[in-house]
């Protein structure tokens, strides 16, 4: 069990680096690569997330979850449901 605990951690730890390098690209073209990958480092720690709430580390996966969702707004996905004139 504190094998996986350790496993999820580097996972968020890791992606979570790559999300915040990736908002560098503007600042030089070296961090361009880390901005591409964006939708499966969102798929990515939201499954961290998940795991780390299954495994009873809800810090953890709150920094997941707002790594998620810089990563969403970066594409532009609306998380939040809007009301549509119809």
Request: no cysteine; proline share 1%.
């Amino acid at each position: 069990m504190r094998a996986l605990r350790g496993v999820v951690a580097g996972v968020i730890v890791v992606v979570g680096l790559a999300t915040l390098l990736g908002l560098l690209d503007r600042v030089s073209w070296v961090f361009e690569l880390a901005d591409i990958f964006r939708l499966q480092y969102l798929v990515v720690l939201a499954g961290a997330a998940l795991a780390a709430v299954l495994l009873r580390r809800p810090r953890l996966a709150g920094a997941a979850v707002v790594l998620a969702a810089v990563n969403a707004a970066v594409l532009g996905i609306s998380l939040i449901r809007t009301a549509t004139a119809g």
